[in-house]
């Protein structure tokens, strides 16, 4: 991990590898005028003739021929306009791209953190670019045999004084702790990340915080009844575990909340199979559990008083064989409703039904659940955005707030009831899938019969969990998504 510190000191005066000055486009070279006095007005005018203007995310880099302590000098254009959570966690994401390509393991930035381009609070901006920074620097090495020797990014130090600076800091690094073990349980692949794999890695982070856990086995999973979740696992050998962390913060409990995650380890689709094309990438169909364990070591580090934070992540692998369930079957879900399965692969929903079935049994204040759950939901929003759908107002503010807080970005969607009669079936309650339209909601609809009259949020996090292209603050493979927002909304609701 990084070490993040900070300073007063001036950026001219500091030796590190790579210096990354934040600067606005209206006056960019004033702001630099003291490093810009070191190369004689050289690093102002280089940059004009490379066309550097400031413009939001525009970048211009060059060493410094010993010209500074800093052996190279990037510019990063800040733009005009308030910049968003998520574009002030890019910007660190640049920057990290820029260490990543100059080998630097040391670097630094300086910022006009009071800008209103920066939101005007400088703690929370340094808060969200040391984020993107480390975020932008992970990779997963794991299974390469002779690991890259590409430096890693050992020293950040953020040029500021500012109140709370230090608190931010180590909120900073707490989201980036939870995010790259939520990434890591996503790129392990499907032979090494298994329910019982999940299990293990859950205990782990209970036992580091000293949270309760339970774990149901397979035989345990049977004897609770959580029949829809034995189902969707029933084919595969490694066979289905039920997690359950708690975390009880000191102080007077204002709010309590259950964090619900997918676990799906694998996703064929069973036998209703997918094209080969759709199976790439289901190992990172346990997305939703990755962002809640990645929040419970997050609020674990961070250990907010007055919150009481459940973790729970039903986690099976929907394989094929003679085992397996299939369409047509009618199962009896922990909540005590029946249904009938015309698609094996909306498995996600299965194994939600009966944890939200058992989390409305906590007599929580709110029950927020993550799924890679629809591919019609990355079809609506695109891969940069989670659906929110919530049953409850104050909830879905709550998490917008988080949301536009932390950088993982959600866009509320409609709970249309006139959807739910696509669900009906002659023969059950309900059956497991709709029509080609509203795919989405539908998958919504249908976990809402299980929650019973808690307060609920889902969130879809198909597009963003599962990351196919390189962003600035996220590599190819599982991205994490989910944790800065579940962490944001647990710290808010600690504050009450
Ligand atoms: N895990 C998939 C959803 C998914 C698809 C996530 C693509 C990320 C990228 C889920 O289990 C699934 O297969 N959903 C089906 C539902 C359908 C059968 C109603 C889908 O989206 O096609
Ligand atoms: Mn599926
Ligand atoms: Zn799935």
Not at 9 to 23: F, G, I, R, S, W
């Given at each position: 991990m990084t070490?993040?510190?900070t300073t007063a000191q001036a950026p001219?005066?500091?030796?590190?590898?790579?210096?990354?000055?934040?600067?606005?486009?209206?006056?960019?070279?004033?702001?630099?005028?003291a490093l810009d006095a070191a190369f004689d007005g050289q690093l102002s005018a280089l940059a004009r003739a490379e066309g550097f203007e400031g413009k939001q995310a525009q970048r211009f880099q060059t060493?410094?021929?010993?010209?500074?302590?800093?052996?190279?000098v990037l510019l990063i254009g800040l733009g005009d306009k308030a910049l968003s959570s998520d574009l002030i966690r890019d910007l660190g994401g640049h920057a990290a791209k820029a260490i990543k390509a100059s080998r630097a393991a040391s670097a630094a930035v300086s910022a006009p953190w009071s800008h209103a381009t920066l939101g005007g609070d400088p703690a929370n901006a340094a808060r969200l670019v040391a984020e993107g920074v480390q975020l932008g620097s992970y990779r997963f090495e794991n299974h390469i045999t002779q690991p890259s020797k590409a430096p890693r990014l050992e020293q950040l130090t953020l040029l500021l004084d500012a109140d709370g600076v230090a608190d931010s800091?180590?909120?900073?690094?707490?989201?980036?702790?939870?995010?790259?073990?939520?990434?890591?349980?996503?790129?392990e692949p499907p032979n090494v990340c298994t329910p019982a794999?999940?299990?293990?890695?859950?205990?782990?982070?209970?036992?580091r915080h000293g949270m309760s856990a339970t774990i149901l086995d397979p035989d345990a999973i049977v004897e609770k009844g959580f029949n829809l979740l034995m189902a969707v696992g029933r084919g595969a050998s490694d066979k289905p575990r039920f997690i359950h962390l708690t975390y009880t913060g000191g102080g007077d409990i204002q709010h309590r909340v259950a964090f619900v995650g997918k676990g799906v380890t694998f996703d064929t689709g069973g036998y209703s199979l997918k094209i080969s094309g759709s199976m790439a990438n289901m190992h990172l169909d346990m997305g939703g559990a990755a962002a809640v364990l990645g929040a419970a070591e997050a609020i674990g580090r961070l250990a907010p008083e007055g919150v009481e934070v459940h973790f729970i992540v039903p986690t099976a692998k929907n394989n094929i064989s003679e085992d397996a369930y299939t369409v047509n079957e009618i199962i009896k879900g922990y909540g005590g409703k029946t249904v009938e399965i015309l698609n094996t692969d909306a498995e996600g929903r299965l194994l939600l039904a009966d944890a939200l079935a058992y989390a409305s049994e906590l007599g929580v204040d709110a029950i927020i659940d993550l799924a890679t759950l629809t591919g019609a939901c990355v079809v609506a929003l695109g891969e940069h955005y989670s659906a929110l759908f919530s049953n409850n107002g104050d909830l879905t503010q709550a998490l917008l707030t988080a949301s536009s807080e932390s950088g993982d970005r959600l866009w509320h969607m409609p709970l249309d009831d006139r959807l739910r009669d696509k669900l009906k079936s002659?023969?059950?309650?309900?059956?497991?899938?709709g029509d080609r339209w509203g795919g989405a909601i539908t998958a919504a609809l249908f976990l809402r019969e299980w929650i019973g009259?808690?307060?609920?949020?889902?969130?879809?996090i198909a597009g963003p969990a599962i990351n196919e292209q390189d962003l600035p603050t996220t590599p190819k493979g599982g991205s994490g998504a989910?944790?800065?927002v579940l962490t944001a909304y647990a710290l808010n609701a600690a504050r009450g």
């Amino acid at each position: 991990m990084t070490q993040v510190t900070t300073t007063a000191q001036a950026p001219e005066t500091l030796k590190t590898d790579l210096l990354v000055a934040l600067v606005p486009q209206e006056g960019w070279d004033t702001e630099i005028a003291a490093l810009d006095a070191a190369f004689d007005g050289q690093l102002s005018a280089l940059a004009r003739a490379e066309g550097f203007e400031g413009k939001q995310a525009q970048r211009f880099q060059t060493h410094t021929f010993g010209k500074l302590p800093a052996t190279r000098v990037l510019l990063i254009g800040l733009g005009d306009k308030a910049l968003s959570s998520d574009l002030i966690r890019d910007l660190g994401g640049h920057a990290a791209k820029a260490i990543k390509a100059s080998r630097a393991a040391s670097a630094a930035v300086s910022a006009p953190w009071s800008h209103a381009t920066l939101g005007g609070d400088p703690a929370n901006a340094a808060r969200l670019v040391a984020e993107g920074v480390q975020l932008g620097s992970y990779r997963f090495e794991n299974h390469i045999t002779q690991p890259s020797k590409a430096p890693r990014l050992e020293q950040l130090t953020l040029l500021l004084d500012a109140d709370g600076v230090a608190d931010s800091v180590k909120r900073a690094a707490a989201v980036v702790a939870g995010t790259y073990l939520a990434r890591d349980l996503g790129n392990e692949p499907p032979n090494v990340c298994t329910p019982a794999f999940l299990a293990e890695q859950a205990s782990a982070i209970a036992e580091r915080h000293g949270m309760s856990a339970t774990i149901l086995d397979p035989d345990a999973i049977v004897e609770k009844g959580f029949n829809l979740l034995m189902a969707v696992g029933r084919g595969a050998s490694d066979k289905p575990r039920f997690i359950h962390l708690t975390y009880t913060g000191g102080g007077d409990i204002q709010h309590r909340v259950a964090f619900v995650g997918k676990g799906v380890t694998f996703d064929t689709g069973g036998y209703s199979l997918k094209i080969s094309g759709s199976m790439a990438n289901m190992h990172l169909d346990m997305g939703g559990a990755a962002a809640v364990l990645g929040a419970a070591e997050a609020i674990g580090r961070l250990a907010p008083e007055g919150v009481e934070v459940h973790f729970i992540v039903p986690t099976a692998k929907n394989n094929i064989s003679e085992d397996a369930y299939t369409v047509n079957e009618i199962i009896k879900g922990y909540g005590g409703k029946t249904v009938e399965i015309l698609n094996t692969d909306a498995e996600g929903r299965l194994l939600l039904a009966d944890a939200l079935a058992y989390a409305s049994e906590l007599g929580v204040d709110a029950i927020i659940d993550l799924a890679t759950l629809t591919g019609a939901c990355v079809v609506a929003l695109g891969e940069h955005y989670s659906a929110l759908f919530s049953n409850n107002g104050d909830l879905t503010q709550a998490l917008l707030t988080a949301s536009s807080e932390s950088g993982d970005r959600l866009w509320h969607m409609p709970l249309d009831d006139r959807l739910r009669d696509k669900l009906k079936s002659p023969v059950a309650d309900m059956k497991n899938v709709g029509d080609r339209w509203g795919g989405a909601i539908t998958a919504a609809l249908f976990l809402r019969e299980w929650i019973g009259d808690s307060n609920w949020a889902h969130l879809d996090i198909a597009g963003p969990a599962i990351n196919e292209q390189d962003l600035p603050t996220t590599p190819k493979g599982g991205s994490g998504a989910g944790v800065a927002v579940l962490t944001a909304y647990a710290l808010n609701a600690a504050r009450g």
